[in-house]
């Protein structure tokens, strides 16, 4: 099963709202990573967030990471149609799992959202 | 700046012939490289990653394989294409382990 989940599948929303999406992960982890990707193109990374971290925020983004949960979440604010995009959570295994689990990524299956001016 | 290539973009190929992706990297050295499947626009699937030239290692057993002839050189190989091989490939780098990578814009495979 993945590691990654995010919530909502899909997300539609008008340019102003903010949007806000969410991700859980079953293992402990170093950090979690945000992705965005258009259609068609490669992932660009956006945003990562440290295990002993809560918030983080860059330009109209704001993640927040609780580890009791093992959940984090994706704020975009003032959206714009330019935001539509599907946006993936990522992580990696802790730095002591040892063997080949060591420094990959497990995605989510990524939330759709739709940004109408 | 760090540059990551990745070719062809799109891909047209009947069952059953070879193939090779290419990605090489610019900027940087010694990159830990990744080649990702995602289907139907949705979740990565991990295939191969690579910490240095020559070290391949596999995710999902299946008919593909991987190589790194250069350090900054990743190439994704079939002998013989299966319909299931469609989809989107993308090839990622990171500077270290789990830090953030970076993808390249992919190659769109269909098999017919």
């Known amino acids: 099963s993945q590691q990654g989940e995010e919530d909502p599948q899909a997300l539609s929303i008008q340019e102003g709202e903010n949007a806000t999406m969410n991700c859980s992960y079953k293992?402990?982890?170093?950090?979690l990573q945000w992705y965005r990707q258009n259609s068609g193109r490669g992932l660009v990374h956006l945003i990562l967030?440290?295990?002993?971290?809560r918030e983080k925020h860059s330009g109209r983004l704001r993640v927040t990471l609780d580890t009791s949960k093992k959940s984090s979440s994706l704020l975009i604010t003032a959206s714009r149609a330019a935001d539509t995009a599907s946006y993936f959570c990522?992580?990696?295994?802790?730095?002591?799992?040892?063997?080949?689990?060591?420094?990959?990524?497990?995605f989510g299956q990524g939330t759709i959202l739709t940004v109408h001016p | 700046s760090q540059t990551i290539h990745q070719w062809p973009a799109t891909l047209v190929q009947p069952v059953g012939s070879p193939l090779s992706l290419e990605c090489t990297v610019e900027?940087?050295?010694?990159?830990?490289l990744y080649w990702y499947r995602q289907a139907a626009g949705r979740g990565l699937q991990l295939l191969f990653y690579?910490?240095?030239?020559?070290?391949i290692s596999s995710e999902v057993p299946q008919n593909l394989s991987a190589s790194r002839p250069q350090d900054r050189q990743f190439i994704l190989s079939s002998k013989k294409l299966l319909l299931s091989d469609s989809g989107f490939y993308l090839c990622?780098?990171?500077?270290?382990?789990?830090?953030?990578?970076?993808f390249g814009d992919g190659t769109r495979l269909s098999i017919l």
């Open positions: 990622a780098w990171s500077v270290f382990k789990d830090q953030p990578q970076h």
């Open positions: 293992t402990s982890i170093n950090n």
């Open positions: 690579s910490v240095g030239i020559g070290q």
């Open positions: 900027g940087t050295s010694n990159p830990n």
């Open positions: 967030i440290r295990s002993n971290e």
């Open positions: 990522a992580t990696p295994p802790r730095a002591n799992a040892g063997g080949t689990s060591y420094g990959k990524l497990t």
